[in-house]
């Protein structure tokens, strides 16, 4: 008993060092600055008004004598855009009429068809589901094996439904 009992002891990990403290500056901010804005007179802009017009007079005499003449076919007729000056051959009304009518044509055939061809198919499904239904249960008990039975009533047996005598279930 003369000694002392010895303990465990755990050797701990130095704790974490913070990192030193920070100053936090105040917030600045850019002061926007803009220049005055100083407009025309009315004068001036008439002045600049009738030079632009001048510009525009001198360069349309400069394109009408450079631009060669567009000669379309008989089946075209041209028109002038406002803002490319030149002219652009069209097709004559009776051809553009006759593409409408077309187009539309076209349009209202593939409707109907698709109409007509899902109510036939949706009246065969009618008549050949039973149809079928019968001929693979006939090939299944010649095969001796069980017919395949739907999903529906695949749940109603797995919901442990039993057949009684006073029920009409299968």
Request: net charge positive.
């Amino acid at each position: 008993m003369g000694e002392p009992p010895l303990l465990p002891s755990i050797k701990l990990p130095e704790p974490v060092a913070l990192p030193p403290r920070m100053e936090l500056l105040a917030p600045s901010f850019y002061v926007p600055q803009y220049k005055p804005v100083i407009l025309p007179s009315a004068k001036q802009m008439k002045e600049a008004q009738i030079r632009a017009q001048e510009k525009q007079e001198a360069q349309q005499r400069k394109t009408n004598k450079s631009q060669p003449e567009v000669k379309g076919l008989p089946e075209t007729t041209t028109i002038n855009v406002p803002f490319i000056d030149t002219p652009l051959p069209v097709p004559k009304p009776e051809i553009l009429s006759t593409a409408v009518f077309t187009a539309g044509a076209a349009s209202v055939a593939s409707v109907a068809g698709t109409l007509a061809a899902g109510a036939v198919l949706k009246r065969l499904t009618k008549v050949l589901k039973p149809a079928m239904t019968t001929a693979l249960k006939k090939i299944a008990k010649v095969r001796g094996k069980n017919p395949a039975e739907s999903d529906a009533k695949l749940r109603w047996r797995r919901r442990g439904y039993t057949k009684r005598s006073s029920q009409n279930r299968v």
